[in-house]
């Protein structure tokens, strides 16, 4: 976040332009004052010079030959310091702009992922503290040359928004930081997906709270991201150290699409295993379709199977009452059957419109 109400100087000078006067005020020779203070000639001239800095050891010896206290020099010291650091990280900053301006900056920060600043400066500041990175160089190590892949394991650089992409997934890791999750249990885990079912067919308000405790429960956290301009994705699933975490963002603001996706990331965790990312609804190079198939198929399984699907088939033409019956015969919503017939062109895309519910979050 950027801080407010800090003042730092436009210039600060390196404390040997002090000592330089001081010895001058003194009348005395750089060659005597090292001799006084027990240092080689060519460290105080290095000093001199601002190509050496003034040592706590020196500061005390100085302190002696000049009557000015040793935290005199030493604070003079740091401040300079601390002024080249500055100096060098505008360099950073300024040469971080291009990489920053690449992001949906407007959109992240109407979300509240970033705070209202207004200078391209600060902005760029703010990407770099959002990524926890020091460059624009570490985030294109990191999304794009995979230099660390035991925390991201798929490169970014082929996708068509790779930016906008990497924030929405930085966002996601920010929020899972948050959540105490449990050692993580298989077995759990795959108990806990027929409670989930039942919410599913229920979907009652305050879902997604359910939800996320019982996944916490069984070692796995789950986080709603909204979705970010640029990076249209239904989720995500990976692993972080050791718990599984899935990002979801409802994007359709549909339960019947936000229950599917949830038991596909669900499938990825239980059938795949630690060393895969996976993003939703987006082309990238290290995308495994087979594995994408096998997630759609566990996710069949859990919403409602092809079995299923083909019982309610063969009672068409469908009215409200069977579907609400078959909905509670197979523990699932009655969106979930809308949706699936709707998305194998089976019924039009106007019928059964009443079934979907809103997905919300809060």
């Given at each position: ?97 291009s990489w920053a301006k690449q992001f949906p900056l407007a959109d992240m920060i109407k979300k509240g992922w970033l705070p209202q600043v207004t200078t391209m400066e600060e902005k760029t500041m703010e990407m770099l503290a959002f990524f ?231």
């Amino acid at each position: 976040m950027a801080k407010q109400n800090q003042y730092f100087p436009s210039v600060v000078f390196h404390p040997g332009e002090t000592l330089a006067e001081k010895l001058e005020e003194m009348e005395m020779s750089q060659k005597e004052f090292a001799l006084r203070a027990g240092k080689p000639e060519k460290t105080i001239i290095a000093i001199l010079k601002g190509e050496s800095s003034i040592t706590p050891d020196m500061a005390v010896q100085f302190e002696n030959v000049t009557r000015i206290p040793a935290n005199f020099w030493m604070n003079h010291q740091r401040s300079y310091d601390e002024f080249i650091a500055r100096e060098k990280r505008q360099t950073v900053i300024q040469e971080a702009l291009s990489w920053a301006k690449q992001f949906p900056l407007a959109d992240m920060i109407k979300k509240g992922w970033l705070p209202q600043v207004t200078t391209m400066e600060e902005k760029t500041m703010e990407m770099l503290a959002f990524f926890g990175f020091s460059n624009h160089t570490a985030w294109e190590d990191y999304y794009f040359k995979q230099q660390l892949k035991v925390a991201f394991r798929i490169s970014l650089a082929q996708t068509k928004e790779p930016y906008a992409v990497s924030a929405w997934l930085r966002k996601g890791e920010l929020q899972a930081t948050e959540l105490e999750a449990n050692e993580y249990s298989e077995k759990k885990f795959k108990e806990a997906l027929s409670d989930l079912k039942s919410i599913m067919a229920n979907h009652p308000q305050g879902f997604f709270n359910q939800l996320q405790r019982i996944c916490l429960e069984a070692g796995v956290k789950v986080v709603h991201t909204p979705c970010i301009n640029k990076a249209p994705i239904n989720g995500s699933t990976r692993w972080l150290n050791d718990t599984p975490f899935i990002q979801l963002t409802g994007r359709y603001n549909r339960n019947d699409s936000f229950w599917f996706t949830f038991f596909h990331e669900a499938g990825h965790i239980l059938l795949h295993g630690k060393k895969d990312i996976f993003l939703e609804n987006l082309d990238y190079s290290d995308r495994d379709l087979e594995k994408e198939k096998e997630a759609d198929q566990f996710a069949v399984k859990w919403t409602l199977t092809d079995n299923q699907e083909a019982e309610i088939l063969a009672a068409t033409p469908l009215s409200k009452e069977n579907i609400t019956d078959f909905a509670k015969k197979f523990t699932t919503h009655p969106a979930i059957i809308i949706g699936r017939l709707q998305h194998q062109k089976l019924i039009p895309y106007s019928l059964g419109r009443e079934y979907f519910e809103q997905v919300i979050f809060e």
